[in-house]
């Protein structure tokens, strides 16, 4: 689908524009479809191995030293019941993960303490999963 942004410059980001995937107007029954919290019963069977970190945002970023300013943010946006931990994935995950215990259904959950949202995570990872894909393949 073609942006409906056209050329918009997006600030030196290589990513889809808003409405890139649903449409500038969310779709709820398109997206209805993909949301794996109202369709669980389609992971029955499946085989279905999740990661994910809880480390802080700051520390990917590189923020090295600079202990007293990282403290100084976390404990304002704790303020608000924010963290700069992996906000969406984690509890995207996590609540994935309690959905599928709730249903009975088996998965592989994991979240690594210390890790973010990077590809020293995602190489572990995919290391780890790999033999099970490769059986799945293999079937």
């Known amino acids: ?8 410059p997006r600030y030196g980001l290589n990513a889809n524009g808003p409405g890139a995937i ?12 993909y949301n794996p919290l109202a369709n669980i019963e389609a992971y029955r069977d499946k085989r279905i191995f999740l990661r994910t970190g809880n480390g802080p945002l700051l520390d990917l970023l590189g923020f090295d030293g600079m202990d ?10 704790d303020q608000f019941g924010m963290d700069l931990q992996e906000n969406v994935v984690m509890h995207t995950q996590t609540a ?21 949202h990077e590809w020293g995570l ?6 780890e999963d790999l033999p099970g894909m490769l059986e799945v393949l293999n079937s």
């Open 96 to 116: 994935f993960s309690n959905a599928l215990s709730d249903a009975g259904i088996e998965h592989d959950f994991r979240v690594d303490d210390g890790e973010t």
């Open 22 to 33: 649903w449409g500038l107007e969310p779709y709820p029954e398109i997206a209805h479809g």
């Open 1 to 8: 689908m073609v942006s409906p942004l056209g050329d918009v």
């Open 68 to 77: 007293d300013l990282i403290g100084e943010y976390q404990e304002r946006l």
């Open 122 to 127: 995602w190489n572990r990872s995919f290391a």
